[in-house]
């Protein structure tokens, strides 16, 4: 069974740090790339990274590129979102997802989420 | 950047009737995909490649559509179904979602 399980959010102030993790389970980690989608309090969902296969490669969104990275460890099976710079409208639930393996234009499993909340 | 439009944004059916939900893209795209969110939980993908059923979807539920406009239907509704649903393109950087419709049961 596919298990993704992020951890790591909380309350921050703006302009601090923030990292956030997945462990992922039940499939062979290494072989698909990841992402992290967010969605913000009764908002709809919004693509904010994603990394290939061997974390050489990664993606963005203008709304965030430059201030969050995303990396992975395919030994641990663990993805990773660095966000720095956090901004109140980064105020959201976090979600780790899997793309799909083939072409990556959708996302076949999704964690249960992460809340983060950027306030003073 | 393809924006994706979804209409309507609410929506309120009976037990048994057809519903339809509508995603129009800004440009042309080569497939739509679904997602269904039920209240305090994840998105869990519905549909897939335009027309393709995840695994447990039930059959009552269909995707079609093609260049700027894309459609899930269900053909008679049960109250399980109650959940926001989100249409998602990637024919075109970066990937995209539409804002969502709530459908709510009678």
Known sequence: EVQLVESGGGLVQPGRSLKLSCAASGFTFSNYYMAWVRQAPKKGLEWVATISTSGSRTYYPDSVKGRFTISRDNAKSSLYLQMNSLKSEDTATYYCARHEQLRGYYFDYWGQGVMVTVSS | ?106
């Open chain 2, 1 to 106: 950047e393809t924006v994706l439009t979804q209409s309507p944004t609410t929506t309120a059916a009976s037990p048994g009737e057809k519903v339809t939900i509508t995603c129009r893209a800004s440009s042309s795209v080569s497939y739509m995909h679904w997602y269904q969110q039920k209240s305090g939980a994840s998105p869990k993908l519905w549909i897939y490649d335009t027309s393709k059923l995840a695994s447990g979807v039930p059959n009552r539920f269909s995707g079609s559509g093609s260049g700027t406009s894309y459609s899930l239907i269900i053909s008679s509704i049960e109250s399980e179904d109650a959940a926001t649903y989100y249409c998602q393109q990637k024919s075109s950087d970066p990937w995209t979602f539409g804002g969502g419709t709530k459908l709510e049961l009678k």
